[in-house]
């Protein structure tokens, strides 16, 4: 029986060299094999800093490695759909950084290509694997504080530099894209299915042409959420501002740092039952420390290696780009926007 799954990466990006293959490396279940830069100078340096035994001059090379399991994808929003077909049609499972798509219609195709491959692909969100949102999902699923009723949430950080992607709308920039996408992939996980409807306003940078404050309502028919995300706002330090509560028919929840950890941080999820007033919890629960990206790495690792561990379909994906889609549309026209149906 195969103990580990063998992964390359695919370019040396600040979030792969930073985080995620570090992360990778920590996991029981994962080897880190290969890595792939066009730029072999960047490519040596990152494969000796992170002790990698292998280093592809292309990225087609490391596809055709016949040693490889498992290919992680952090290149540059646009080429996330070409290179995720690519890799599942050379035999490869995929874990994508987000978004997995610029579109809900390349999601359909990558579908079709994950069903005829037979091979696995997820859209990394690293927050899912976190002990956190497993302790929402049992508390809910409890039924003690009765249904979901709405989520708030809120992302914000200060990026002002011209040359990062999130401020380049032909990348896939700008507050929905990159801040919202943790939003809509929670509001959906709470839900368990995506909303009807959306309507959202969004406020434009001058400069860079991206959406840089955005919020949005989503309409589940009996329940909502709501959020906002900005992207010159907030703090400015190593981690964005973050906070999501859920509201539920007797009672609720809220997590002070729900989202994205790039650096493992202790966290607390607080719950006020039907006999608390104001933000005072009746009872709490300490997260100590631990690596998103490990967490992810692992569980990812153990799915292709048969273990009964959560995954999360790309259909679930697909919701949500048709969420952000919507969004765009109903700021353009100023009205609800109706969505597609599964």
């Excluded at 990225?59 to 290179?83: G, Q």
């Excluded at 390349?106 to 302790?135: M, S, Y």
């Excluded at 703090?235 to 609720?252: E, K, N, V």
Aim: charged content about 20%; hydrophobic content about 40%.
């Amino acid at each position: 029986m195969q103990k580990t799954i063998n992964w390359g990466v695919l370019g040396a990006a600040n979030i792969a060299r930073k985080f995620s293959m570090p992360g990778l490396k920590a996991a029981p279940s994962a080897t880190l094999l290969a890595l792939a830069s066009r730029d072999l100078d960047k490519g040596r340096a990152v494969a000796r800093e992170l002790d990698i035994p292998k280093l592809h001059g292309s990225y087609e090379a490391l596809l055709a490695d016949p040693e490889i399991d498992a290919v992680y994808i952090p290149l540059p929003n646009r080429l996330h759909f070409e290179w995720s077909v690519r890799a599942l049609e050379a035999g490869k499972h995929v874990l994508c950084e987000k978004p997995l798509c610029m579109t809900s219609a390349q999601i359909e195709e990558l579908c079709a290509v994950r069903d005829r491959t037979g091979r696995h692909v997820e859209e990394a969100f690293a927050f899912r694997n976190h002990p956190q949102w497993t302790k929402v999902r049992e508390i809910l699923a409890g039924g003690a504080l009765g249904p979901v009723r709405a989520v708030h949430g809120m992302l914000a950080k200060q990026f002002f530099d011209p040359q990062d992607i999130r401020n380049n709308p032909a990348e896939g920039g700008g507050a929905v894209y990159d801040l919202g996408s943790y939003a809509v992939c929670a509001c959906n996980m709470i839900f368990r299915r995506p909303p009807s409807r959306v309507v959202a306003a969004l406020e434009t940078d001058p400069a860079f042409g991206i959406d840089r404050l955005s919020s949005a309502l989503l309409d589940y028919g009996d329940c909502h959420a709501a959020f906002t995300v900005a992207t010159q706002s907030g703090g400015d330090g190593w981690g964005s501002q973050q906070q999501l509560s859920i509201l539920c028919a007797r009672g609720w929840l809220r997590l002070d740092f729900p989202y994205s950890q790039v650096r493992p941080t202790a966290c607390r999820l607080e719950l006020g039952d039907s006999s608390g007033v104001g933000a005072f919890p009746t009872a709490t629960f300490d997260f100590e420390a631990v690596n998103q990206f490990t967490l992810q790495g692992e569980r990812f690792s153990r799915l292709l290696l048969g273990d009964a561990v959560p995954a999360w379909p790309i259909e679930e994906s697909r919701d949500a780009l048709r969420i952000i889609e919507g969004i765009f549309a109903s700021a353009r026209s100023g009205g609800w926007q109706v969505l597609p149906g599964r």
